[in-house]
C-alpha cells in the first residue's frame, strides 16, 4: 500500500470511530459555516427554519465579554436587564417581557433545562449568566420553542453549548487577565484554565477547567458612607466532563459544572422623580449592604446509541441551585412604622432577606433518523421533577441598628413548591422535492403542582395553607421551506408555546390557580449565502399573539397571580455579514420590535395599545473583525463594534408608576497579538466613550404605593482590559 492510500485509510478509520454527530459536526465547521442543534441534532445554522443567533466562544473571549450583558447587544431582538450582578437579570427575545415573576425565555445547558418552571421561584428575575471561558457557543432562538424545548420558552430560547473532551488530543489552555473600570476603587482581575487529556486514544478522554473572576465596586452609598464600592463581586467556576466511546455506536458523556458568585452589593444607582441621580452620580442610597450571593450544581449524562437507521438519546441531569438576597426595604416599610405605630415609632430600617432553593431533576428520551434523508423525524419523551423554595423574611431597626421588638419580624413568608411535568413529542421534516421541505412538530405536557403559603409577623396574616393545580398543553410548529438555491432559503413558520400556570395564593374570592399563557407565532425569513458566502443574511418578519398573559394582581393588600388581557409582538430582526477581503468580516444587526397590549389589562393599569416594558423599539450593532497573518507563525487581529439600544419602560405605558430608560449606545474595542501559534496577548474596551445609557429604569414606591425614588441599571461605565493567554 502506498503512502497517499496508507493516509487515506487512516482518516477512514478515524472518521469511522466518531460519533454520528460529531461527523457532521466536522463536515459543517469544514465547509465554513456554523453549526448548531437548536433542533437537537447537527446542522448548519443557514438550514435550520428559526431565527438563531449564535455567539461563539473564542468571540465571548476575544471581545472580553464577561456575563450576559456584555453580549445581548449584538443580537437582534434580545435585550437583559440588569438587577445590579451578573445572575439578577431578565431576559426578553422578540418584545416578550415577563409581567410577573416567572421566565418567558427558556434557558438550555446543553441537552437540559435549569432554573425553574414554577410560579414561586422567581426564574423570571434570576438567570443563570455562566462564566464564558469553558463555552463552544450560545445559541439564542427567537420566537416559541415549546415543541422541542416544552415550557417557559414563549419568548424563546438561550442555549449554552459547552466543550466537549477530544478522544485525540492533549490540550492544555490558560489565561490571566486584569481590567479596570472608571470609578471603581480597585482593579479587577482573572485567571482560568482547562486540561484536555485522552485516555485511551479515541475511545475514552476527560477535561476538566476552572476560573475566578473578581469584579471591582464602582458605586457608593449616600447613606452609609461604609458602603464605598459596595457592588463588588467574586465569581468562581469549575466544570469536569468524561467522554467515553467503547465502540463507533456508542458514546457516553458525563459531566458536573460548579459555579459561585457573592456579591458584597448592587450595581444600581439611585435618582430623585425629578430624574437627578444622588450623591456623586453613581451612588445607591441604601442603609445596609444589599448582598447576593448564588450557589449552581449541575450533573449530566448523556448517552447516545447509533442503531444505524435511527440514534437513541437518553438526557439525564440533576441540578441544585441555592440564592440569597438582601434587599434595603426601608423606603417601602421603614417608611410605615409610624402609621402602624400611631406615631408612638420613628422611620426605621427592614432588611429584606430573600432565599431561593432549587432541586430538579430531569430525564429526556428521544429516537431520532439520520440526517440527510428524504424524511427526518424525532420522536421522544421528557420529565422533570423540582423542588423548590422561597424563604422571605422582613427585620425591624430603628436608625442606630437596633431591634424594635414590638415589630420584629415585621414578616416571615415561606412559599415551598413541587413541579412534575411528563411530555411526549415529535418533530420530523419531509423533501417534497430538491427545493421545498417542510418541518413540523407536535407536544403534548402535563404538569401538577404543589406548595404551602406560611406567613407570619407584624404586617402579614398567620398561614399555613396548601394549594395544588394541574395542566396539559399542547403545543405545535409547522414550518415550509423554500430552497432557491443550495445556499439560499426562503421560510415560513407557525409555533406556539407555553409559560405554566400554577397554584394561587390562598385568599378569599380568588381562583385557587393560575391558568398557562400561551403564545403564538407566524414568521417569514430569509437565509441565504451569496457570492461564495462573502455576504450572509439572516432576516425575518414575526408576529407573535400572547393570550392568557399571567399577571401580578393585588387582592385585598395581598399580591397573587391572575390570568388578564392579550397583547401583540411585531417586527423585524436580521443580520448582515460581509467578507470583502480574506480575514475581514463586516456585520450588522439590528431590530424593531412594537410589543404592546391589545386590549385593556386592569390588574396591571394596563390599557389597549400600551407599550410593554423591558423592550427597545429598535436595537442594532456594527462591528468590524480582520484577522491576519504577521509572519513567523504570528498573527493578529482586531476588532470594533458600536451597539445601541433605544428606551424602555419599566412598567406597561399607562402605569402611573412607570419609568423610562435612557436609551444607550456602546463603542467596544478588542485585538489580539498570537505568538507562535501558543501565546496570545488580548485587549479589550468596553464602553469606550463612557455612554451613560441605562439598562433599566424603575420607580420605586412605598408601603402606601406613592413614589418614592428612581432605580437606575447603568450601561457599566467604560472597561478595559488585557489578558495573556497560552494554548498547547
Known amino acids: 500500500m502506498n503512502k497517499g492510500l496508507l493516509v487515506a485509510a487512516s482518516m477512514v478509520a478515524v472518521i469511522a470511530a466518531m460519533p454520528v454527530q460529531a461527523q457532521e459536526a466536522g463536515a459543517i465547521e469544514a465547509a465554513g459555516e456554523i453549526v448548531v442543534t437548536a433542533q437537537k441534532r447537527v446542522q448548519n445554522v443557514q438550514d435550520v427554519p428559526i431565527s438563531i443567533s449564535v455567539v461563539s466562544g473564542e468571540e465571548l473571549q476575544e471581545q472580553g465579554s464577561a456575563s450576559l450583558v456584555d453580549y445581548a447587544g449584538y443580537v437582534p431582538g434580545m435585550n437583559v436587564s440588569n438587577g445590579g450582578t451578573p445572575g439578577q437579570t431578565t431576559i426578553t427575545l422578540r418584545g416578550v417581557a415577563p409581567l410577573n415573576a416567572s421566565q418567558t425565555v427558556g434557558i438550555y445547558l446543553d441537552d437540559a433545562p435549569v432554573g425553574s418552571s414554577a410560579l414561586y421561584n422567581r426564574a423570571g428575575q434570576f438567570t443563570i449568566d455562566l462564566m464564558p471561558y469553558d463555552l463552544e457557543r450560545i ?106 466511546q467503547p465502540t463507533p455506536e456508542l458514546s457516553v458523556k458525563l459531566a458536573g459544572i460548579w459555579q459561585s458568585l457573592d456579591s458584597d452589593g448592587n450595581g444600581l444607582y439611585a435618582a430623585d422623580l425629578d430624574g437627578n441621580r444622588l450623591g456623586n452620580g453613581h451612588s445607591f442610597n441604601n442603609y445596609v449592604p444589599e448582598s447576593y450571593d448564588v450557589d449552581l450544581d449541575y450533573y449530566s449524562a448523556t448517552i447516545d446509541y447509533d442503531f444505524g437507521a435511527a440514534t437513541l438519546t437518553s438526557a439525564t441531569t440533576y441540578s441544585k441551585t441555592q440564592s440569597r438576597q438582601v434587599q434595603d426595604a426601608s423606603y417601602a416599610f421603614g417608611v410605615l412604622f409610624p402609621l402602624l405605630t400611631g406615631g408612638a415609632i420613628d422611620p426605621g430600617i427592614t432588611p429584606f432577606s430573600l432565599d431561593l432553593g432549587l432541586k430538579k431533576w430531569t430525564q429526556e428520551v428521544r429516537l431520532a433518523s439520520p440526517s440527510g434523508g428524504r424524511f427526518e423525524w424525532m420522536i421522544g419523551g421528557f420529565f422533570t421533577d423540582e423542588e423548590t423554595s422561597n424563604a422571605q423574611l422582613v427585620r425591624s431597626f430603628d436608625m442606630d441598628g437596633n431591634v424594635i421588638a414590638p415589630l420584629d ?251 423610562r430608560a435612557k436609551a444607550y449606545t456602546s463603542v467596544d474595542l478588542n485585538a489580539s497579538v498570537t505568538f507562535d501559534d501558543h501565546w496570545t496577548l488580548r485587549a479589550y474596551a468596553r464602553n469606550l466613550l463612557d455612554n451613560k445609557g441605562e439598562m433599566a429604569r424603575s420607580t420605586l414606591a412605598d408601603g402606601i404605593n406613592q413614589p418614592s425614588f428612581l432605580a437606575i441599571s447603568p450601561l457599566q461605565p467604560r472597561t478595559i482590559g488585557v489578558a495573556l493567554d497560552m494554548a498547547f
Do not use: C
Open 139 to 244: 445559541e439564542v432562538l427567537k420566537g416559541p420553542q415549546g415543541t422541542l424545548y416544552g415550557a417557559s420558552s414563549i419568548g424563546g430560547l438561550v442555549k449554552y453549548v459547552t466543550v466537549q473532551p477530544d478522544t485525540r488530543e492533549f490540550k492544555v489552555r490558560a489565561g490571566v487577565e486584569g481590567f479596570t473600570i472608571k470609578d471603581a476603587g480597585s482593579l479587577g482581575w482573572g485567571g482560568q484554565v482547562y486540561v484536555n487529556a485522552p485516555i485511551a486514544t479515541d475511545t475514552l478522554a476527560i477535561s476538566g477547567s476552572f476560573a475566578w473572576r473578581k469584579t471591582p465596586g464602582w458605586v457608593d452609598s449616600v447613606n452609609n458612607a461604609a458602603l464605598k464600592d459596595q457592588n463588588d463581586y467574586e465569581q468562581r467556576g469549575g466544570r469536569a466532563a468524561l467522554l467515553w
Open 409 to 659: 419580624p415585621l414578616a416571615i413568608v415561606g412559599l415551598p413548591a413541587t413541579y412534575k411535568e411528563y411530555a411526549i413529542f415529535g418533530n420530523a421534516t419531509f423533501k417534497l422535492s430538491e427545493q421545498f421541505e417542510v418541518t413540523g412538530g407536535l407536544r403534548w405536557a402535563r404538569n401538577e403542582q404543589t406548595f404551602t403559603q406560611i406567613s407570619s409577623g407584624a404586617i402579614v396574616p398567620s398561614a399555613n395553607d396548601p394549594g395544588e393545580s394541574a395542566e396539559s398543553v399542547w403545543t405545535f410548529s409547522v414550518s415550509p421551506q423554500f430552497h432557491i438555491n443550495e445556499d439560499a432559503m426562503l421560510y415560513a413558520r407557525v409555533a406556539t408555546g407555553y409559560r405554566p400556570g400554577g397554584p394561587n395564593v390562598i385568599v378569599p374570592n380568588v381562583p385557587p390557580s393560575v391558568d398557562a399563557d400561551r403564545m403564538t407565532n407566524y414568521e417569514v425569513g430569509l437565509k441565504a449565502d451569496f457570492a461564495d458566502r462573502m455576504v450572509s443574511v439572516d432576516a425575518a418578519f414575526f408576529w407573535m399573539d400572547w393570550t392568557d398573559i399571567q399577571v401580578t394582581r393585588a387582592f385585598g393588600g395581598v399580591s397573587g397571580g391572575a390570568n388578564g388581557g392579550k397583547a401583540t409582538s411585531k417586527g423585524f430582526e436580521g443580520s448582515l455579514a460581509l467578507r470583502p477581503a480574506p480575514g475581514l468580516t463586516i456585520s450588522a444587526t439590528g431590530s424593531y420590535t412594537d410589543a404592546s397590549l391589545s386590549e385593556d389589562v386592569p390588574d396591571i393599569s394596563g390599557l389597549d395599545g400600551d407599550r410593554l416594558p423591558a423592550v427597545p423599539k429598535f436595537s442594532g450593532a456594527l462591528r468590524a473583525d480582520y484577522a491576519f497573518e504577521l509572519g513567523g507563525g504570528n498573527r493578529g487581529s482586531f476588532g470594533a463594534g458600536i451597539r445601541h439600544a433605544s428606551n424602555r419602560l419599566s412598567l406597561v405605558e399607562s402605569d402611573p408608576l412607570v419609568a
